[in-house]
């Protein structure tokens, strides 16, 4: 696609997303919590492909930056965005660029803990209680077949037919999301907070009447005001944000 990008036109660079953490400084995927993939030097095996500049980042920062840009948080200055899919990914704009800490490794906000001493956390990490054991389409998956409703896509259809035992599940999610929104809110007190991924995307309605109502209700004054808001860019957040990172 580079390579037919390049025949008829300007090419500023390359833009990879990846799902996992990825260290800036040497354009390193550390580690993927959900895919087999460590200490990967991807930026210098895809440089060695085209004679452009790459940059790399995680892809909850790629879709972060590609709401804030051009989706839900657009005409904000401090957004936050939250990926609900496989996993729970995330990313922080602050003051119109991504924060992502000393060593470009953050913001893993799929790795706060919600509970101590909680439920274990997915893949590779090695955390317990964190958002991501409670909130990812995974975890939803988990806890359906646990309760004989199906796998999370089962869940969902019968949550839209009414079925109480399927609402309950993802009124749970939503409220460990608000608790996950209350500890992001008194951090980092965004404009807003936009929910994104594949779970995101198709379950927002039943999800964040609840989540929102907990963080009006729990963060401190007046961070719980910050807008609560689905994604506009579906599946695309993460590509269009991975764009984003060669723009100037
Ligand atoms: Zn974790």
Redesign the pocket.
């Known amino acids: 696609m580079v390579t037919a990008l390049c025949r008829d036109r300007d090419v500023l660079g390359v833009g990879v997303g990846v799902p996992g953490t990825v260290e800036q400084r040497t354009g390193t995927l550390v580690r993927a919590?959900n895919l087999p993939l460590r200490n990967i030097p991807l930026r210098d095996l895809v440089a060695a492909q085209f004679d452009l500049d790459v940059t790399l980042d995680n892809d909850g920062n790629c879709a972060a930056l590609g709401e804030h840009r051009f989706g839900a948080a657009t005409g904000t200055t401090h957004s936050v965005t939250l990926t609900l899919g496989t996993g729970v990914g995330g990313g922080i704009v602050a003051d119109g660029r991504l924060f992502a800490g000393a060593r470009g490794t953050g913001a893993?906000l799929?790795?706060i803990v919600i509970e101590r001493d909680g439920r274990p956390?997915?893949g590779s990490?090695?955390?317990h209680g964190?958002?991501?054991?409670y909130c990812s389409g995974t975890a939803l998956g988990a806890r359906g077949r646990e309760a004989g409703l199906g796998d999370a896509h089962a869940v969902l259809a019968k949550a839209e037919q009414g079925d109480a035992a399927a609402v309950a599940l993802l009124d749970d999610l939503g409220a460990a999301l608000g608790a996950g929104l209350v500890t992001l809110a008194n951090t980092l007190a965004p404009e807003a907070f936009v929910i994104a991924g594949g779970l995101g995307d198709a379950a927002s309605h039943l999800i964040l009447p609840t989540a929102g109502r907990i963080l009006r209700e729990q963060a401190l004054p007046p961070n719980g005001e910050a807008r609560l808001v689905p994604a506009k860019l579906g599946g695309d957040a993460g590509m269009i944000g991975a764009a984003c990172l060669v723009l100037p």
Not at 130 to 133: D, M, P, S
């Open positions: 919590v893993e799929g790795h956390c997915q990490c090695p955390g964190h958002l991501e054991a």
